[in-house]
């Protein structure tokens, strides 16, 4: 659970930042649709190059920027093994290794595998270079910036930003408290830590249920607390929102170049 | 069982630029069935101390020993380390999730590899020193219980390993006078039998009334390690360190400020009415 913390903003002063939210988090977008339609050995080292410089421009090193990817990598397994044996065009063209029943082991499956994985690695990295060299005020910010067109069509814009930042502003209360009943636990002989998996599925109710159950008290303590200083009672359209940085040359140049990055992989 | 502590220093963030220190090279020894409690200013470190004790985090440099054994070495029995290291955090009744009473008290037997009747008799036992009939209570679920019961329950569940060592982190903030001794009776009890008991809180009188010897953090570091009649000696000094003094201390206090000519040597209610009595017999009436 310590995990999420760590993967929490860090403050600092690099060139990533300096730029505004909305900029990084629009850039964000147009790289996550660039690696999305990404499927070529050339576009994935072009990938690897851009990331290589938002590490540099946020001052990170490189393989900072993995994050927790280390604790996924069981994950990342599953998902390659569910691709190479399931893949369903593995029947009709691609070359079979194995069969057995409705599983194949075919060739395009674990091409396929390779590429989910790799795409998921690279959005885990932009993510990562985000949530870190942004606060998550100015997360919340540039969602309420992006999505404010839709108060023409009566979204509660306001409301919606307002739920995301309580959300953001919870996360590093929930690590800690789960830190402290997966603490408590272990001290009563859960296995965390244990080798066994067996071991490890068994501790998940003992934290699940307590880590429920708090976030269902606070969010009751916080819903009297807005009550009592009158949210709610009022319009609450255009407050609470927090002072908006200006938009720079960087922020456009930051912007312009994730949008050539993605024609660039779109049109391959 | 005895805890020994060489030159421990601990920190959060370790190596990163947001690096908090939160222990700064403590060594101490303390011996079986003591009962030590531990003071000191929010953010001083007592959680983490207590934490590095019971074996759930780890110092980034020095030696936690439990019986001579140090407990961060490779091949360190953890699981008989956590049966025989109990801790208690400030709201156990969080950690509650069974479905019933008695399931949630046995969650910390289950790799015990005890069998199942002896599982059940401490599951028994340790609901009964927590004040409830067992068969009242056994098929209860947790979440259905008052506040109070629901902490009692989770305080059996780590009775029932039947821990050595036994740690509170601050058990009596937000308890009421009449929970509060409770509570204390029942931790003098465990000590009478046997138990070393840590104890950290904010609640001098508490402190004072069961401890036999404080522990005081400022900052990361043991600045002071005696009896309570000695922590309490030097009221400036406590109230620099922000663990106040319990309330017998203030009221021989306050004597002597007025100029009645009075023990320093008071830190509970019992020693309070002794040094009366003596005056009283002595006839040097207080004016
Ligand atoms: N999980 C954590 N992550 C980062 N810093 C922490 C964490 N827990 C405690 N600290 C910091 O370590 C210091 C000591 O904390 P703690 O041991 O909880 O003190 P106490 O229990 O005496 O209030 C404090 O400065 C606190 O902010
Ligand atoms: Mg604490």
Redesign the pocket.
């Known amino acids: 659970m ?1 995990d999420i ?1 760590k993967g929490r903003y860090i403050p600092g002063d690099s060139f990533l930042h300096r730029r505004n939210g909305t900029a990084k988090l629009l850039a964000f977008f147009m790289i996550l649709a660039a690696v999305l339609t990404t499927d070529s050995v050339p576009g994935y080292l072009l990938i690897a190059a851009v990331s290589a410089a938002a590490a540099a421009m946020s001052e990170m090193r490189p393989t900072k920027t993995l994050g927790q990817v280390r604790h996924l990598r069981l994950f990342f397994l599953m998902l390659f093994l569910m691709n190479a044996f399931f893949y369903e065009d593995g029947q009709a063209g691609g070359l079979v290794l194995w069969s057995w029943g409705i599983v194949h082991l075919s060739v395009p499956g674990m091409i396929q595998g390779t590429h989910v994985v790799l795409r998921i690695l690279f959005l885990m990295v932009f993510c990562n270079v985000l949530i870190r060299t942004t606060p998550p005020v100015q997360i919340t910010t540039a969602i309420e910036t992006l999505i404010a067109p839709l108060r023409l069509i009566r979204v509660p814009t306001a409301e919606v930003a307002m739920i995301l930042s309580v959300a953001l502003q919870f996360i590093p209360v929930f690590a ?1 408290e789960a ?1 402290l009943i997966k603490k408590a636990q272990t001290a009563r002989g859960a296995k965390f830590e244990s080798e066994r998996l067996r071991d490890r599925a068994a501790s998940v109710v003992p934290l699940l249920v307590p880590i429920f159950l708090s976030a269902f008290r606070r969010a009751d303590d916080l819903a009297t607390a807005m009550e009592a200083r009158g949210y709610g009672h009022r319009q609450t359209n255009g407050r609470g929102r927090s002072q908006r940085a200006a938009v720079q040359l960087p922020d456009v140049c930051l912007f312009l170049f994730s949008c050539l990055f993605f024609l660039v992989q779109a049109a391959r | 069982m005895s805890i020994e502590l060489k030159q421990v220093s601990c920190s ?2 370790f190596r990163t630029k ?1 690096e ?1 220190l ?2 700064n090279g403590i060594s101490m020894k303390i011996e079986d069935g003591e009962f030590v409690g531990i003071m ?10 207590v ?1 590095l004790i019971a074996g759930l985090i780890r110092p980034n440099s020095g030696q936690v020993f439990l019986d001579g054994k140090d407990i961060n070495e490779r091949g360190y029995d953890r699981n008989n380390l956590h049966r025989q290291v109990g801790i208690v955090f400030q709201n156990p009744e969080y950690q509650l999730f069974e479905t019933t009473v008695a399931k949630d008290v046995a969650f910390g037997l289950k790799h015990s590899g005890l069998r199942k009747e002896e599982a059940c008799e401490r599951v028994r036992q340790a609901l009964e020193q927590m004040g409830f009939s067992y068969d009242d209570i056994a098929d209860a679920s947790p979440f259905a219980l008052s506040g109070g019961e629901k902490r009692r329950v989770a305080i059996a569940g780590v009775l029932a390993a039947r821990p050595k060592t036994l740690i509170f ?2 058990p009596i903030a937000g308890l009421d006078p009449e929970g509060r001794r409770q509570f204390l009776e029942l931790v003098r009890k465990l000590n009478r039998e046997g138990v070393s008991i840590l104890m ?1 809180s904010h609640h001098a009188d508490s402190i004072c009334a069961c401890a036999e010897r404080v522990l005081v ?1 400022e900052q ?1 570091s043991l600045v002071l390690d005696g009896s309570p009649k000695a922590v309490f000696a030097d009221l400036e000094r406590t109230s620099r360190l922000h663990i106040g003094a319990s309330q017998p201390r203030q009221i021989a206090e306050l004597l002597i400020q007025s100029g009645i000519p009075f023990s320093r040597d008071i830190v509970r209610y019992e020693d309070l009415l002794d040094e009366l009595k003596n005056r009283w017999k002595g006839g040097t009436r207080c004016e």
């Open positions: 310590n913390l800690q830190d | 959060y963030n947001q908090i939160a222990l000191g200013h929010t953010g001083s470190g007592k959680s983490t101390l934490q982190d601050e950290v953090l990361g």
